[in-house]
T-cell receptor
Framework: AQKITQTQPGMFVQEKEAVTLDCTYD???????LFWYKQPSSGEMIFLIY??????QNATEGRYSLNFQKARKSANLVISASQLGDSAMYFCAMREGFRIQGAQKLVFGQGTRLTINP | DSGVTQTPKHLITATGQRVTLRCSPRSGDLSVYWYQQSLDQGLQFLIHYYNGEERAKGNILERFSAQQFPDLHSELNLSSLELGDSALYFC?????????????FGDGTRLSIL
């Protein structure tokens, strides 16, 4: 069964520093996708970045990048030059390949609460 | 703005009651997913519809049901409500079922059972 592990319940970082949020996953499938979402205190879920299991390059979206290490089954989110508005819960999620029945669901980790200090 | 619309934003009701949560997906998205977020269970997948057909069920209670209509909006019906049903309910949508398509979430409906 799919499983996502986020080992950092909370992180505190100074503004403008880079931060890495850890995510490890477990799957027996060769084809899967990894996603990161941000949930501010207001509650909405915001899609940040996607990494496919067959992608050879790490995904990047603005200040967000994904450090994908397939052999280690890790997909860490890196936020460069952190801002006060980055304070939020961050969720790592996985979706297995299309050919698996019911695979379209996302399985989420427990999340990491990131606090950016001025 | 994700383009996914959920109504209402807040619902307060009593045990034993029935409520309906509504979701309008992003324009062009055929897949609708429902998730429940609670403090003890985290984010849990409930059910997935694609173009009006149920595709997958997750940890959805028998007291809960959902449907997707021809105009692609979806409703999640929760009945015989219990205190433990208090949670944030999200609807998400995507173009189809490929693993590289992100699911875009609505703002959620916060359900409080008194």
């Amino acid at each position: 069964a799919q499983k996502i592990t986020q080992t950092q319940p909370g992180m505190f970082v100074q503004e403008k520093e880079a931060v890495t949020l850890d995510c490890t996953y477990d799957t027996s499938d060769q084809s899967y996708g990894l996603f990161w979402y941000k949930q501010p205190s207001s509650g909405e879920m915001i899609f940040l970045i996607y990494q496919g299991s067959y992608d050879e390059q790490n995904a990047t979206e603005g200040r967000y990048s994904l450090n994908f290490q397939k052999a280690r089954k890790s997909a860490n989110l890196v936020i460069s030059a952190s801002q006060l508005g980055d304070s939020a819960m961050y969720f790592c999620a996985m979706r297995e390949g299309f050919r698996i029945q019911g695979a379209q669901k996302l399985v989420f980790g427990q999340g990491t609460r990131l606090t950016i200090n001025p | 703005d994700s383009g996914v619309t959920q109504t209402p934003k807040h619902l307060i009701t009593a045990t034993g009651q029935r409520v309906t949560l509504r979701c309008s997906p992003r324009s062009g998205d055929l897949s609708v997913y429902w998730y429940q977020q609670s403090l003890d269970q985290g984010l849990q997948f409930l059910i997935h519809y694609y173009n009006g057909e149920e595709r997958a069920k997750g940890n959805i209670l028998e007291r809960f049901s959902a449907q997707q209509f021809p105009d692609l909006h979806s409703e999640l019906n929760l009945s015989s409500l219990e205190l433990g049903d208090s949670a944030l309910y999200f609807c998400a949508s995507s173009r189809g079922g490929r693993e590289d398509q992100p699911q875009h979430f609505g703002d959620g409906t916060r359900l409080s059972i008194l």
